[in-house]
């Protein structure tokens, strides 16, 4: 079993930059791939960007590509994301995500573990 907890999340102005964690706990973390998901209120949960295992592959949601960077230790069984050029509309809760197939994270029913997420806030 894998324990996720995110830290990291706080009130921030449109072009500030916030850098959220995901600290691991258990088993094998270097054995999942991980991800970011985030839910706006009134919205679904959608997906933002995942890694895969050895940290050498990622992928993201278009929204958020070029400005968006996830990262992961597994000597320190930690997943990052930083996030710079923030926008009103990432205003979200930001959940991390453990997975077994990096190709379908996207989706989040194919995500194994949750954390318990953090609220990040971006002004106008």
Request: with cysteine.
């Given at each position: ?39 706006a209120p009134g919205k679904e949960r959608e997906f933002v960007a995942a890694i ?16 968006f960077t996830i990262s992961r230790d597994n000597a320190k069984n930690m997943v990052?994301?930083q996030m710079d050029s923030l926008k009103p509309e990432d205003t979200a809760v ?31």
């Open positions: 079993q894998v324990q996720l907890v995110e830290s990291g999340g706080g009130l921030v102005q449109a072009g500030g930059s916030l850098r959220l964690s995901c600290a691991a706990s258990g088993r094998s973390f270097s054995s999942y791939a991980m991800g970011w998901f985030r839910q895969n295992w050895n940290g050498g592959v990622t992928d993201y949601v278009d929204s958020v590509k070029g400005r990052c994301l930001y959940y991390c995500a453990a997975g077994r197939l990096f190709g379908l994270l996207r989706q989040k029913i194919f995500a194994d573990y949750w954390g318990q997420g953090t609220q990040v806030t971006v002004s106008s």
